[in-house]
């Protein structure tokens, strides 16, 4: 562990790791690098199976389907009780089923449009409700959103509209918890290979464009957008609260 990064003494929980690909491990290794403590929360045994094979003894393990209110607010009192108060949570995770997402925003029916926005939007409420009481009294709470939320990107359909809510959530949230010192905000990362990227349909062509638009003709990295997590998550971004910051390397304004 390293003694003089920015995050030297924090412990930062981080969900959504799937495997090596995931926005949230970019997150994991920036987080470690800057010297804090760990702990990584996993949907299910499936995922746990490939974490098992990523990390070593060092990172804890503890299992959060999202999906229920009860299961965020058990993981985290167990965090408490096993490790102390956190610093910082890093809220990497997203889910639309495949009809929905292919259907097109006209098509979209009542159980999917309710089932993206509890996962994905719905679930940052309450992962920053039970978060905030395993909170020292300065902590960050970050999220990963995209453009597609004030955009219509062919395909990204009822996932910009769950992000659109999810970014409204942060400001709100970042209001409400303002007084207890705890800061929230999102990181708009721009297009990046991930299992929940292959969710939309021709997502090479979504790649491809992106990566076209970027600055340097090259798509932004996992290892990028973790280091603009570790950074919001560090004493360093104190001032910063309620905002969406954008690492796509300039596609959203160019
Ligand atoms: N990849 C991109 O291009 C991109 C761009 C901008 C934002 N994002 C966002 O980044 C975040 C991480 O996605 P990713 O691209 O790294 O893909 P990923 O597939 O690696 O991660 C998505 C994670 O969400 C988790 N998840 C889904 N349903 C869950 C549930 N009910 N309970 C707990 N966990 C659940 C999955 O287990 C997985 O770990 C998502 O919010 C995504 O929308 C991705």
Redesign the pocket.
């Known amino acids: 562990m390293k003694l003089d990064g920015i995050l030297s003494g924090k412990t930062i929980i981080i969900?959504?790791?799937?495997?090596k690909?995931?926005?949230?491990?970019g997150c994991t290794q920036a987080i470690l690098d800057q010297g804090a403590k760990v702990i990584l929360?996993?949907?299910?045994d499936r995922?746990k199976k490939s974490l098992d094979r990523l990390v070593d003894d060092s990172i804890a393990l503890v299992e959060?389907?999202?999906?229920e209110d009860e299961n965020i607010e058990k993981a985290f009192s167990q965090i408490e009780e096993q490790y102390g108060k956190v610093d910082g949570i890093v809220?990497?995770?997203?889910?639309a089923d495949k009809e929905t997402l292919e259907g097109g925003v006209l098509n979209t029916k009542k159980d999917g449009y309710n089932l993206a926005q509890d996962?994905?939007a719905y679930?940052f409420i309450a992962v920053s409700r039970y978060g905030a009481q395993i909170m020292n009294e300065t902590g960050s709470i970050v999220?990963?959103?995209?453009?597609g939320s004030t955009r219509a990107i062919p395909n990204y359909n009822m996932?910009g509209i769950a992000?659109a809510a999810l970014e409204s959530s942060v400001r709100y949230l970042a209001s409400d918890l303002g007084e207890r010192h705890i800061r929230v905000n999102a990181i708009?990362?721009?297009?990046?290979?991930?299992?929940?990227?292959t969710g939309i349909k021709h997502h090479r062509d979504l790649?491809k464009e992106s990566q076209s638009r970027t600055v340097d003709g090259e798509n932004v990295k996992?290892s990028e957008v973790g280091n603009v997590a570790a950074f919001l998550v560090s004493d360093l971004a104190s001032g910063v609260t309620g905002d969406i910051i954008y690492v796509d390397k300039g596609v959203h304004l160019i």
């Open positions: 969900m959504g790791v799937a495997n690909n995931s926005i949230a491990w929360t996993y949907q299910n995922i959060c389907d999202v999906s809220h990497a995770i997203a889910f996962v994905s679930s999220t990963l959103t995209y453009f996932m992000k708009s990362a721009g297009a990046i290979k991930t299992l929940a990227v790649l996992t």
